[in-house]
């Protein structure tokens, strides 16, 4: 009799460590390193030293790339999100800013990631001043801001136009509520431990679809007023130059 309990309780015993490991391995998390790299065609972006041409045929040089991005939620497979709603980043490649982590991230397999370029309305005409120095919507850290009342930049492209051997500055800033824009990508990738989500952006099609850009026929500054419509075909275009492109182990 006691060699019968004894195995019964060896057998619960496995079972509920096994269950254990079990759930272990479903609410494993880990912190997500994310990147994004920064594109013209299949090259990366050298600030003020190269020109590029774009789909309709003008020749530019990129001297600032900044955005800001937030409401971060990532898709499983099951359909659960993991939303990162208090979370906001500063992109600026020229400066090396192109990373972020977002911690506490489900293990486990996924079909979507969805993000905001610029801050929602309340937090648009928010005080900036009440953000901690290093906080990636202070002033601090960049200027990407109006004032209270128009907000913050959203996205900002600075450059030159290259043509009959002049150059002509060109400033978009791309801001207001109703600019606010969604980039959505669906694909499938994993996550594990040690991971690194990589995206792209891929400036030449921000000239491209579903709007075809001729620079030279646009306003050369535009603060996203009273510019033809022009700020609201850009941010038209943003979402598709945003790709995935996948998942890489951090070596380091």
């Known amino acids: 009799m006691k060699k019968y309990y004894l195995a019964l ?16 391995i479903i609410t ?15 090259k990366m972006i050298e600030f003020d030293t190269e020109t590029y041409l774009n789909e309709f045929g003008n020749e530019l040089s990129v001297s600032k790339l900044r955005y800001l991005i937030s ?18 980043v500063y992109i600026d490649p ?6 972020f982590t977002l911690y506490g991230v489900d293990v486990g397999d996924y079909t979507n990631i969805t993000y905001n370029i610029g801050v929602d309305s309340t937090t648009n005409h928010s005080d900036p001043t009440l953000f901690d120095a290093d906080h990636p919507l202070s002033l601090i850290v960049h200027n990407l801001h109006w004032g209270w ?12 136009l290259h043509y009959m051997g002049n150059k002509q500055l060109f400033t978009y800033h791309l ?37 075809l850009i ?22 038209q275009n943003l979402e598709g130059a945003f790709t995935l492109k996948g998942i890489i182990q951090n070596e380091n």
Do not use: M, W
């Open 9 to 24: 309780f060896l057998s619960i015993f496995i079972f509920a460590c096994s269950e254990d490991d079990d759930i272990d």
């Open 28 to 42: 494993q998390k880990v912190n997500l390193n994310v990147e994004i790299k920064h594109y013209f065609n299949d």
């Open 71 to 88: 409401d971060i939620t990532l898709t499983k497979k099951d359909g659960s999100i993991k939303e990162f709603e208090n979370q906001y």
């Open 94 to 99: 020229s400066r090396n800013r192109d990373t």
């Open 149 to 160: 009342i128009d907000g913050y930049i959203f996205f900002s492209l600075e450059g030159n």
């Open 175 to 211: 801001g207001f509520d109703r600019n606010l824009k969604t980039i959505s990508i669906d694909q499938n990738y994993s996550i594990s431990e040690n991971n690194i989500l990589s995206l792209q952006f891929d400036l030449a099609k921000l000239f491209k679809s579903p709007n």
């Open 214 to 235: 001729d620079q030279s026929n646009e306003a050369f500054i535009t603060h996203s007023v009273n510019d033809n419509g022009y700020s609201d075909r850009l941010v």
